[in-house]
């Protein structure tokens, strides 16, 4: 099968980096050399991703560091098990600069959680991140791993306390995880994926979760990540896709791979798909701006442990940021939102 569609430069970039893509029906092709050949039809090739240390990040410790540039150089992973030689997380950002300023930084890691948790900073407790890509359009407080979100050219990322309340709640959420991983003999299984389009509203019930190595140039072999859940089905025969690499969106650094089709119906102009995953706490807790289950990170790098849900959803900026239904976006948030957030302050080329 032969991809009809091309993405224009004015594809608008919030979209794009929460992964944009559309449904259709049937078998898929690998095309490509993923490890794992799957039933997708995969266009395009990861090249020239590596770590540019001219293209140096920003990070602040609210009260302890303000903007700091990130240098990549002699960064190492506390998460071997995740993440390739030379390629590291925002928490490892974090543990760096505060080992080169001195700061008192207290952590451990959490088997329960599955991830290393921020005991104190200068003997204060309860503190979360935002972080943002380039051309993301704002800083995002996720509820994501900070260990597993991986670092990127011009990435900022900001690290302050928050209430006691909001630590407890995120790290339920990471220990339901766990659980349910638990629970299915160390498998991933996903309780519920769906798909809502002009077109088609899908849902998919316990699906297993298998690696496909898309970015073997960032993760190691056996990690698994948001596309892999798509992908998953698409081994299955029970959904055809597209996914598709791009280097740039006009001067944005992208390098990800995108859904561009999902059965029948592809992305086009300013219309596509964004998605919604993790616990469902957090889809139904209504946020102001992008973050919790919904930011931009693609889903070919956001890094799953077992969630219990992802929810993919049509959303056309041209008709205000309106989703299949007409309806608000994952998590109570349109596109158009994004401004209403955290505003970073990026540099012309950051990302």
Request: glycine fraction near 8%; charge should be negative; hydrophobic fraction near 35%.
């Amino acid at each position: 099968m032969r991809i009809r569609f091309m993405i224009p430069a004015t594809l608008v970039v919030s979209l794009v980096l929460l992964g944009s893509t559309c449904p259709a029906a049937d078998s898929v092709e690998v095309s490509g050399s993923p490890p794992h050949r799957s039933d997708a039809n995969i266009i395009g090739t990861l090249h020239d991703t590596e770590l540019d240390p001219a293209r140096k990040g920003t990070i602040q410790v609210e009260g302890f560091i303000e903007d700091t540039e990130i240098d990549p150089t002699g960064i190492v992973a506390l998460r071997p098990d995740i993440f390739k030689k030379g390629r590291f997380s925002a928490f490892d950002a974090l543990v760096h600069v505060c080992a080169e300023r001195e700061i008192d930084l207290k952590y451990h890691f959490s088997p329960e959680l599955r991830t290393h948790v921020i005991d104190s900073i200068g003997g204060k407790e309860n503190w979360w991140y935002a972080a943002h890509y380039h051309g993301g359009g704002m800083v995002e407080e996720p509820v994501h791993r900070m260990d597993t979100h991986p670092y990127k050219d011009w990435m900022r990322i900001e690290v302050y306390p928050v209430p006691q309340e909001r630590v407890d709640e995120i790290q339920r959420a990471f220990r339901a995880e766990v659980e349910r991983l638990e629970r299915n003999g160390n498998k991933v299984v996903v309780p519920e994926v769906r798909i809502t389009t002009p077109n088609q509203n899908l849902r998919f019930a316990d699906v297993e979760v298998k690696p496909h190595g898309l970015r073997s140039d960032i993760f190691q072999p056996d990690v698994l990540a948001a596309a892999d859940i798509m992908l998953s089905l698409a081994d299955e025969g029970r959904i055809s896709l597209d996914l598709t690499w791009l280097d740039n969106i006009a001067s944005t650094l992208v390098q990800g791979y995108y859904f561009t089709r999902f059965n029948d119906e592809e992305a086009y102009g300013r219309a596509g798909f964004t998605f919604s995953m993790g616990e469902k706490y957090f889809q139904a807790k209504r946020q102001r701006r992008f973050g919790g289950n919904f930011f931009h990170m693609t889903s070919d790098i956001r890094v799953i442990v077992s969630p219990e849900y992802m929810h993919w959803q049509w959303t056309d900026l041209s008709r205000g940021g309106r989703t299949a239904r007409g309806s608000q976006g994952a998590d109570g948030v349109t596109a158009p939102a994004a401004r209403a957030g955290r505003e970073a302050t990026p540099k012309p080329s950051e990302r």
